[in-house]
């Protein structure tokens, strides 16, 4: 017979999507499997890897023994589980959602969807999980704990149905950068230390992921030890309307950003831009765009104009804590362009930028997090230097970014992330390198 899991006691997640599910217990599941088999071994080291706290490993045993022709429910309720476990809410929520023609498990399953559904901060559809769970189940044990879950999110509830569950990050780092000129490569780069400041949150005004109005903030300030005429400085303040419908999340909102260089007020944006993203397979699809007039200071007046921009992403599983991501962006700008005396530069491109992810689980403490990007940016019209018209500006980019992050408590982790960036044009003098390292501490709520 194969072991079921007991509890999810132990189980990952956010401190708001989790909120009061310490308490409960995963009901017992007891299913009697077909004689010793390949699979069946897979599926029971796959529980003692789960039972040892070995997420990752657990899935993968599931997996395997999926791949060797197991398709039982206990097998299906299990991978739900640790899918669960790992933060995978896409995978468990189609785990649990297969035993929902189960006549003995599609109440349970139900519940668990709830439960997804509260770690994806959906409590609308959460209620109605539950709602059915505590309408139609027959076991007593199951309607009692859909009734605690409905209580509790009752008593969780904030007057003028504003949500309570918000969640954000705020670090501290610091972190040398080679060439903060961007010079070229003809020229002697000058590098500087510099420390940063970084903080981003997000949160529901009313309603929630299903159908609710989204609040968010960022700030960040870089500032350099021997170049205070490149300290940077961004804020930006968004509102957004999120809206499921027929296995999409949409989100349609408005953004406005201001940017500050060297203390000097340097352009502000107001973006319109929408996203639609869903599931796809056991990972997700994402298409987005926008929009952003942006209107710079009379020291940047050149940056003045508009800017659209079109991309879409997918970004998939390859194995238990091994995920990559692959993705397209077109932008298009449209400036005032700099004109000087007898020169003339544009800096309105059209810009294809693809990139890739790949982001791996060292342990149950240590992250990696590898992206690489190829940009290539085509300027409109031909650049004039000392009355000599010349040809338009075409530059190609490389950028490889890798960052680590190692857990010290439960909101709080130690990060180093190191960029290097390499341009080239058919300018020899904008061609140049960039080389950047950055350690700091982040908190998270």
Known sequence: MGRPFLSIARCGGSKAALRGLLALAWLTLALPLAAETDPEVLMNQGIDAHEAGATDQAIGFFEQAREAGLNSDALHYNMGVAYYRAGRLAPAAQSFERLL????????????????????NAPGRAREHFQQVLNEAGQDRLRTLAGRQLERMEGDKPSLAVAADWQGALSLAAGFEDNVELASDRALAQGDAFGELFGVGSGYLAGDADAGWLLSGLFIHRQFRRSPQIRQS?????LARDQRAG???????VEVDHARLGGDPQDS?????????????????????????????????????????????????????????????????????????QDFFSIS??????????????????????TLEYRLSQFRDREQREGETLSARREQQWRLQSRLERSLAQDTLLFISAQWERNQANFRDRDYRRLEALVGLEWRY
């Open 101 to 120: 023609a189960s006549a003995q498990l599609a109440h349970l399953a139900r519940y668990n969807l709830g439960l997804v559904a509260l770690a994806e």
């Open 234 to 238: 961004q804020m930006r303040a968004g």
């Open 247 to 253: 296995g999409w999340l949409l989100r349609l909102g």
């Open 269 to 341: 944006q107001f973006r319109l831009q929408g996203r639609a993203q869903r599931p796809l397979g056991a990972g997700r699809w994402q298409v987005q765009a926008s929009a952003t007039p942006n209107n710079a200071s009379s020291r940047f007046g050149e940056y003045d104009g508009q800017q659209w921009v079109a991309g879409t992403a997918v970004s998939f599983p390859l194995r238990p804590g091994m995920a990559v991501g692959l993705g397209y962006r077109y932008e298009a700008n449209r400036r005032e362009d700099l004109q000087w005396e």
């Open 349 to 370: 491109p059209r810009r294809h930028r693809l990139q890739t992810r790949f982001d791996l689980s060292l342990g149950q403490h240590l992250q990696l997090f590898n």
